[in-house]
């Protein structure tokens, strides 16, 4: 089945900077790539996806990259705002499924004002 | 309602006891999720419902877990004889059934504490 590892666990910024948060995964099948951000005590909510078709997708001041040979993909967060302070969750399909994913064990964002 | 609603929101239960955990997804929402998260884990798949069927059922952790769902809409994660292990957080999810969405919205969750 999918394995989705997700680097690095932890991760506090000053705020300004920019924020990365990678993710490998182990499926070649895989397709979709969304991620979630989970707020403190709040639901996971998708922030954006990535299809295998593009290798770029942005959307103002996040953006996901997608590296289909060595199998990973990178979230990215630029002039971090305290607000983005959260779980950020990657996932992956298992089997090329379009409903079942697999998520990595997330990394808490803190971006210190 | 606007949303995935899960109920309750908090249950604290005493080992072998049962417990009901339940989904109300969004209106019109044919696909249905439960995952699990554990204190610094990830989202961990437990069963898919597509209308009232589950055609996938791998990721229930033991036969003390099971789920149901009725009228394509409403449904229960069941947890009988409950160990301590089980306390987490049930995440409730549905999505609309299309391949090219593949977006999860999610409900807040059932916090559940087994003493």
Redesign the interface.
């Known amino acids: 089945g999918e394995n989705v590892e997700q680097h690095p666990s932890t991760l506090s910024v000053q705020e300004g900077d920019s924020a990365v948060i990678k993710c490998t995964y182990s499926d070649s099948a895989s397709n979709y790539f969304p991620w979630y951000k989970q707020e403190l005590g709040k639901r996971p909510q998708l922030i954006i996806d990535i299809r295998s078709n593009v290798g770029e997708k942005k959307d103002q001041r996040i953006a996901v990259t997608l590296n289909k040979t060595a199998k990973h993909f990178s979230l990215h967060i630029t002039e971090t705002q305290p607000e983005d302070s959260a779980v950020y969750f990657c996932a992956a399909p298992q089997g090329g499924s379009n409903y079942k994913l697999t998520f990595g064990k997330g990394t808490l964002l803190t971006v210190n004002p | 309602g606007a949303g ?1 609603s899960q109920s309750p929101s908090n249950k604290v239960t005493e080992k072998g006891k049962d417990v009901e955990l339940r989904c109300d997804p969004i209106s019109g929402h044919t ?1 249905l ?1 439960w ?1 699990r998260q554990s204190l ?6 437990l069963i ?1 419902f ?1 209308g009232n069927s589950a055609p ?1 059922k791998s990721g229930l952790p033991s036969d003390r877990f099971s789920a149901e769902r009725t009228g394509g809409s409403v449904s229960t994660l069941t947890i009988q004889r409950t160990q301590q292990e089980d306390s987490a957080v049930y ?1 409730c999810a549905s ?1 609309v059934r299309d ?1 090219n969405t ?3 919205f ?4 059932s916090r559940l504490t087994v003493l």
């Open positions: 995935v696909a999720y995952y610094g884990q990830g989202l961990e798949f898919y597509q996938d995440l999505s391949p593949g977006e999860l999610f409900g807040e969750g």
